[in-house]
């Protein structure tokens, strides 16, 4: 029986890029960092989630998902946040480019996308509380 996710894996040019955009600029930790017979395993995450996402070097990858479906469609990775505006201005000082000037509200809550600089579209969500009676 499958347990859990153990990693989401987002293809990168440049690894050490990649890390500092998703730590600095999204706020991730670095969990993992270490070489590998493949090549360099480095892996980061939400702070207190156990799920890692793999920045991992392929170059020939990195962006396609990114590309496919702007029309609305969810990039590869979509993080949660409890504070979306807060965050965008947050990641938007830090340097995190988005796709609109502010989130965006939907009838599931706020959302914003965002994207890493290998063309990567990163979703971010908060979601609407449901309202009690």
Do not use: C, H
């Not at 340097?95 to 063309?119: H, I, S």
């Amino acid at each position: 029986m499958l347990t859990t996710i153990m990693y989401a894996t987002i293809y990168v040019t440049d690894q050490d890029r990649a890390l500092e955009f998703y730590t600095r600029g999204l706020g991730l930790e670095k969990r993992i960092d270490y070489p590998g017979p493949d090549g360099r395993f480095l892996t980061v995450g939400v702070p207190g989630s156990e799920v890692q996402i793999l920045l991992w070097s392929y170059p020939d990858a990195a962006g396609r998902p990114g590309k496919l479906g702007r029309d609305g469609a969810p990039g590869p990775l979509i993080l949660e946040s409890e504070d979306l505006r807060r965050d965008f201005e947050n990641m938007r000082g830090r340097g995190v480019v988005f796709e609109e000037p502010e989130p965006v509200d939907y009838p599931f809550g706020v959302r914003a996308e965002a994207t890493d600089p290998d063309g990567n579209r990163i979703s971010l969500r908060q979601q609407r509380k449901p309202r009690r009676p």
